[in-house]
């Protein structure tokens, strides 16, 4: 979908911890209202929310931050491709009329509220999980996705030294940013080498983080304060049977695909405009895997752009400026959006991409579904 | 805890699991467009059709792709241990997951494997692949998979 009116107006966040002590709600409270302070609105007067499953509803929202009129509210269940579909969905209520003043949020307790396989699954099918899966030991996101790593290695070759490279950039931009969970916490490739086996060819340090947090976006039709983020297009796809993996006729083909398609048509913009790119990284192969699919090297040639130092500060295509869900911490990809804006504002002290007009930002969820956005500040397309 | 086991009484996937401690491998196939189907889905994905059938089929195939678990998180599974998944000879496209039984370094993709079913508790027995020449004897006690060549036409899957 182009978008003529949305803008991001307000972002906000908490602090990203290991053990938060704070309930999903306060978290979403704190994020919220940190957000409406960036907007230059009262809280009171947002009038949608786009939540997640299984997490805060716009009831609580609605009790907690006194919304008086909550005209619009609805839940984006796409795993992690949810954020950045979500955004598109505020998007269309403000440029409908349906509300003035979205709000994306996403909290979670993600390490202290129960490791990720105890966690209830939301993914599709269940009882292909269950039934057909899990007896043979197949249960994570690791190792269902390590199963794809691995064909495409097959098909393509994948060489480790790429997968350590995504995972040190990814650490190197996390140590200029103060926010970040592993800000002060260097990777040498020594230390990613000595990553314990998690689901071969993804160890220790391929693997994203775990955290409690919560990040906040609001998106009106008219600016605040802070200069202003324009959503110029978003959209999302799915893979051929987003319910399974084992039989998809192309495992490769990924629901980014057609969603990256639809958001360079609508903007008549292409990769080489985009100044920044922030890939939702749950693995290190992912980043490679969502750069192809989006266009932003061609099919299997991903490695040259990551080897080439490509994705760094500085490189060709700088991505995930923050340290990203392998290094600054996982919310869900909302956090790449809170960073795309933060760049597109040039307020990424440290880190800033000088000039950044265009930033792309990709969501990646449950069997394979994609997100896309492109975000526009000053001096960008309209 | 004991390890995850499928519910044999779920009718979407009782003949499955009823073929392999019979030794014999059965997915579904379209009754309309003989297209075979796994996982098994209420309409056929080819041409919408609802009624289907149970076939056997050979449990042959080349390896798709494959992990190695290094970071166990179910009860039941010791680190390392492979899940596989496999493309068979015929029906062309389709895929079965299974466990591995065979050295982790000989785990390759394209190499031929082959399936039989490994019995795990009184009632449930389920699918383990492993290279033809170090398979077991198909005449060992449940080992054998039985290899009907009914399955003369060889559909496109999906
Ligand atoms: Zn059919």
Known sequence: MASDNAIIRGIGQTDYSRQSGRTTTLLAVQAALAAAVDAGLDVRDLDGVVGFPHSVAAEDLVSNLGLRALRFSSTVAMGGASSVAAVGQAALAVESGRADHVLVVRARNGNSGGRIHQRPSQLPAQHFRTQLEHPYGWNTAAQRYAMMARRYDYEHGLDRQVLAEIALAARSHANRNPAAMMHERELTMEKYLAGRMIADPYTLYDCCLETDGACAVIVSRHAGPAPSVRVLAVAEGRPETPDDLTNRPDLLRIGLEPAAREVWECTGLGPTDMDAAMIYDCFTFEVLHQLEAAGFAPDGLGSELVASGGIRLGGQLPVNTHGGLLSEGHLSGLNHVLEAVRQLRADAPGRQVEGARHIAVTGWGDLGDGSMTVLAGQGGAR | ?158
């Open chain 2, 1 to 158: 805890m004991t390890r995850p086991l499928p519910d044999l009484h779920n009718h979407e996937f009782a003949e499955h699991w009823a073929g392999l401690s019979q030794g014999r491998v059965r997915i579904r196939r379209c009754r309309s467009c003989g297209r075979h189907a796994w996982p098994p889905r209420p309409t056929c994905r080819a041409c919408f059709s609802l009624d289907h059938e149970w076939v056997d089929v050979e449990p042959h195939g080349t390896l798709y792709s494959w992990t190695v678990v290094g970071h166990a998180t179910l009860p039941g599974f010791e680190s390392p241990y492979a899940v596989v998944l496999v493309e068979l000879t015929a029906p062309v496209g389709v895929r079965l997951l299974g466990s591995y039984d065979g050295e982790l370094a000989d785990l390759k993709i394209g190499q031929p494997l082959t399936a039989r079913p490994v019995q795990v508790t009184d009632e449930v027995h389920l699918l383990s692949w492993s290279h033809p020449e170090t398979s077991k004897n198909p005449d060992d006690t449940d080992g054998a998979v039985a290899t009907d060549d009914h399955d003369t036409e060889v559909g496109e899957y999906q």
